[in-house]
């Protein structure tokens, strides 16, 4: 899972590990130490109809319903999200790079667009 913070958006990018262990277990968690803290970002399931996020000490819950997880594990849908709070969310699928990169990307979906 990785995670990108711009101004007062929110943005997940999942693997298809992520997606799969996200519908199987119901979250998904990660830390990055930075000097004597550690900043914990989360995935949750609720059964609410709407991705809402929460800010409570150095975690950040993102709470996602489980109709969007388990759409995002049966379909082609890319991703959710939602800008009517303070934070803009969006969840997606994390895709193969179209051009060369140095990261390992063997557990990322398929470009859609490489084939155009």
Known sequence: MKI?????SLRYRLTKSDVAKLGSEGHLEEHTAFAGKTLTYIIVTTNNDTLTADYIGDKIVLNMPKIMIDELNTTDKVGFDDRNGPVS???EKDFTCLDQVEEDQSDNFPNPLLNK
């Open 4 to 8: 990108r913070i711009k101004g007062n």
């Open 89 to 91: 969310l969006l969840v």
